[in-house]
């Protein structure tokens, strides 16, 4: 019987966190290229987001060298952790554009995507409202505009409709667009499941270690690059693609990219806790405007309910494009209960904000060869990079072959999918089918909220990425994100984290270094650890 | 999963309301009784304040006209619950409750368990209302943004300091009693801010806490940002005010552990998830009753014990 959460591949490919002495064990701690091996990387991915990641995964399918690099400390913890975690049908997308194109093609790939990878989808589907008489005319556009990206099934639906299917739909509801294909997803798996394929099939992955610049060889044809990271190292390339999100621009500008420009669109959640679930049955979206999709509400796969996002427009590099404002909070409000009638009642358990990147060429900016021979940017996947993420991945492969002479071989021995033990326990209950060999640790919660037990923390400990901030862990298990925040488990967390990697308690961070749970600085005074 | 195991009464929660309960039902007879806990040792919140030299001690003993450190008194009712003959499950948790079947659902090392009784005390206690949840606090999510117990759990099991410049927000006794902790055990003088005009601990409270904190106190603040990458560096009000700290502790406003009860369809009120009451405290399906800090608002330890035994009178009324 199967043990959930406890997924251990034959891992070929290196993983390192760049962090200082004592802040993860010796053996995963980046120190120097030479760990990497001396052969030049065929490709070198920068930016572990769920594009990268979803590129990694592709790419490793073929027998290639690739480097997978991120500045953060986890795979997926940039843009991609904080979204509406909606996979779209693209219903709404704009006809004929590379987004459109990609998302169909996703829509169709996605079930057999999330059951080969166990990648948590719930096709719940979801039902666009139309709340005043000027949105219930604009339906019958938006219901062509569907059929348009052949999305046939989606159809407007009538206000009795909707309050049959909705009893807390707002009253004010007119008419509605009933998209059957919407699913909700698991934001954060998506990010790790690809990645510990990668890494399963040979991708090495370098984390905490940020790109500071490129130095492009001259040499003609297919020359020999190398980035430097923040701290200066070198890394050798033949290829380089830049999907740093929102920061491609200054990598871009390092080796003379094209125009575009980018800047981050901040947007604003309010999540609501477990007992506001029942309120709705599908995702009710807003109809959108010109600029932004608007204030939805939605259930989330881990079974809270969310509202946002807001769409606001800041400078490139502006410190808080991830920070939450109280206006923000209170205009999703707001935009929530426009759509869902006592959503204001609701207990919130936590807000949090994303930043998309939003660019002025448009969603989905692709340049090959981008400055030099052999450098590729991607860029401005603005709104539904979690859906697109294999799509976009495909298209940049075939992309590669064509304007790079990019030569493939089948990795005859790569995996393409994830077993069954590598489903998250809070998805699939590790102790509700107690298999006769349990452990009596995945009985013992150690997150009362959302019913994690020691066990499940322990296996994602050991799980491919070694996960080793708090945050990483909570991504992969929930600890820490139930309705508590934290507030009973943090400490017994920590002491459990430390117990199994060996990580003085006082060295764990929230988010990596500089983000030490305890003020930093501080030696344990030994009688304190035996009592 | 099948063979369930049936108990008179069961107990939620081992702090010191479902002690007081194990102790009232003792006294009148009525058993057996199973008290289950989700940690584990039994003595809830109280437990977790441990006697140190140079500690502050934060807990009232009424009866002995005494303010002691939380362990000594969660110890002397652990000695008084033991001579219950009470079943006590450790480490186990009540997941699941089915209100009108009287059956619970436990987890614990030996994995999924029903149990069947013929009344239930919820004592679930509570815990302090999360940033977000404030709705006047935004800004950053960084790390050392934490709680009261946090505090206690960094300090008192490991001699760490969850923040070497505190900003502690919130202001009634257990902000004060933070602030105390913190400074006791080498912190700077710590921030206290609120948005109340004058702090919500009493004058008696404030005084009692003089002898280790002198909290630089600002009130009346409206809504207020964390900034910071990584670690909080201050806090900015939207009128313009700054206060400097490495770690913000959230403390008070405690919001009662009552979702076991919304989420099995009984009568909770929202968004404060307090109980609906009936005499006796009883909740709204016949043979559920609750006491302790489950029952809402902040409430002393002891008070909580006796509030436990007081209610299981009505318990055995009831059967
Ligand atoms: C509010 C909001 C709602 C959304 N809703 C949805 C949705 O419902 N469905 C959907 O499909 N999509 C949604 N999206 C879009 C989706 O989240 C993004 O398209 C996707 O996450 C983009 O992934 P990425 O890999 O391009 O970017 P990121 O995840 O930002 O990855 C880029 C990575 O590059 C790294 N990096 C940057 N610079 C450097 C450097 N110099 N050196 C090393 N590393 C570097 C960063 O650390 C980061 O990890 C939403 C986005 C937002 C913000
Ligand atoms: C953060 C905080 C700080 C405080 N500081 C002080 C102070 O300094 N001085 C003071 O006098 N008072 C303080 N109090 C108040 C004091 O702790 C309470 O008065 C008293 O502990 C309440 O007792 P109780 O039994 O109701 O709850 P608790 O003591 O909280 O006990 C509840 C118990 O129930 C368990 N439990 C909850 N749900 C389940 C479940 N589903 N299954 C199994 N077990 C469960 C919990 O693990 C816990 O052990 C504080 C309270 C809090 C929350």
Not at chain 1, 413 to 426: F, H, I, K, Q, Y
Request: with cysteine; glycine share 12%; charged share 20%.
């Amino acid at each position: 019987m199967t043990q959930f959460g406890t997924w251990q591949p034959k891992i070929r490919g290196r993983l390192y966190y760049n962090w200082p002495r004592g802040t993860c064990e010796e053996a995963l701690r980046f120190t120097g290229s030479e760990q990497l091996g001396l052969e030049p990387y065929d490709l070198v991915i920068i930016g572990a987001g769920v594009v990268g990641c979803g590129l990694a995964y592709q790419l490793s399918q073929y027998e290639l060298r690739v480097l997978l690099v991120d500045r953060l400390h986890d795979v997926g913890e940039g843009t991609s952790k904080a979204n509406s975690a909606i996979i779209h049908t693209g219903y709404d997308a704009k006809p004929g554009t590379l987004e459109s194109e990609l998302l169909q093609e996703a829509r169709a790939a996605w079930p057999d995507l999330a059951a080969r990878l166990k990648i948590p989808v719930d096709p719940i589907g979801g039902i666009m409202l139309a709340v005043t008489d000027e949105q219930e005319r604009q339906l019958v556009a938006a219901e062509k505009n569907a059929h348009a990206n052949h999305a046939t099934d989606v159809r407007i639906l009538s206000a009795a409709e909707i309050r049959e299917r909705e009893p807390n739909a707002s009253p004010d509801v007119r008419g509605g667009l009933l998209v059957p294909g919407e699913s909700l997803g698991d934001p954060f798996m998506a990010s790790i499941a690809y990645a510990e394929v990668a890494l399963a099939n040979g991708v090495d992955i370098l984390l905490g270690t940020g790109i500071a610049g490129v130095e492009l060889g001259q040499a003609p044809g297919a020359p020999l690059h190398h980035l430097v990271t923040d701290d200066g190292h070198r890394l050798p390339a033949r290829r380089i693609i830049n999907a740093a999100g929102l920061g491609s621009r200054r990598l871009a500008d390092g080796y003379g990219g094209g125009a575009f420009d980018i800047n981050p669109r901040r947007g604003q959640f309010v999540l609501f806790d477990k007992c506001a679930r029942s309120l709705v049955r599908h995702m009710l979206l807003p109809m959108p405007s010109a600029h932004t999709k608007g204030v939805l509400v939605s259930p989330t796969i881990f079974g809270n309910l969310l509202a946002g996002p807001t769409a606001e427009d800041l400078p490139l590099g502006d410190p808080e494009a991830t920070h939450t404002t109280v206006e923000g909070i209170r205009r999703v409000m707001e935009g929530g209960s426009r759509l869902v009638d006592g959503l204001a009642q609701q207990p919130v358990i936590a807000t949090y904000a994303g930043a998309r990147c939003s660019c002025n060429q448009g969603s989905y900016v692709i340049r090959y060869n981008d400055g030099a021979p052999g450098v590729v940017t991607v860029t401005g996947v603005r709104s539904t990079g979690l859906t697109t993420s294999n799509s976009l991945a495909r298209h940049l492969v075939d992309g590669m072959q064509k304007e790079l002479g990019l030569e493939l071989s089948s990795d005859t021995v790569a995996l393409d999918a994830r077993p069954e033990s590598a489903w998250p326990g809070w998805w699939r209950r590790p102790f509700e089918d107690r298999p006769p060999d349990a452990r009596a640790d995945h009985g013992c919660a150690v997150c009362f909220c959302e019913v994690i037990s020691e066990g499940e923390i322990r296996d994602a400990l050991d799980s491919p990425i070694r996960p080793r901030t708090m945050d990483a862990l909570k991504r992969r298990t929930r600890a820490l994100m139930g309705r508590c925040q934290g507030f009973d488990c943090q400490v017994p967390l920590a002491e459990l984290v430390s117990g199994h990697t060996g990580i003085g308690i006082e060295q764990l961070t929230n988010n990596g270094p500089g983000s030490e749970l305890v003020a930093p600085g501080q030696a344990v005074r030994p009688e304190e650890v035996s009592a | 999963m099948n063979n369930e195991v049936h108990f008179k009464v069961a107990i939620i929660g081992g702090g010191p309301a479902g002690i007081g309960a194990a102790v009232g039902l003792a006294k009148r007879g009525v058993g057996p009784v199973i008290l289950i806990e989700r940690r584990g040792e039994v003595g809830g919140t109280p437990m977790g304040y441990r006697k140190k030299p140079g500690g502050v001690p934060t807990f009232v003993e009424w009866t002995r006209g005494r303010v002691v450190f939380g362990e000594e008194l969660a110890g002397r009712l652990t000695k008084r619950l033991a001579q219950t003959g009470t079943t006590i499950r450790l480490s186990t948790q009540v997941t699941k409750i089915y209100p009108a079947e009287k059956r619970l659902t436990l987890l614990g090392p030996e994995g999924l368990e029903d149990i069947l009784v013929d009344a239930v005390v919820l004592a679930a206690g509570a815990r302090e209302q999360t940033p977000a949840e404030k709705g006047w606090l935004a800004g950053a999510r960084t790390a050392r943004v934490g709680f009261t117990r946090h505090v206690t759990g960094w300090l008192d099991r490991h001699g760490l300091l969850p923040a070497r410049k505190p900003i502690v927000v919130g202001s009634d006794l257990i902000a004060y009693s933070a602030a105390a902790k913190l400074c006791a055990l080498g912190s700077d003088e710590p921030v206290m801010i609120d948005q109340r005009r004058s702090p919500e601990a009493s004058f008696f409270e404030r005084l009692f806490f003089r002898r280790w904190t002198r909290p630089d106190w600002s009130g009346g603040v409206s809504t207020v940002e964390i900034k910071g990458h990584g670690s909080p560096t201050h806090l900015e009000s939207s009128n313009g005010r700054e206060w400097q700290g490495d770690g913000v502790i959230i403390c008070g406003q405690l919001v009662p552990n009552t979702e076991l009860a919304l989420m099995a369809g009984m009568a909770v009120d929202l968004p404060s998830r307090q109980l609906q009451l009936a005499r006796g405290q009883t909740l709204s399906q016949p043979g559920w009753f609750a006491a302790g800090n489950v029952l809402g608002g902040f409430h002393g330890a002891q008070w909580c014990y006796f509030n436990g035994c007081s209610v299981a009178r009505s318990v055995a009324r009831f059967l």
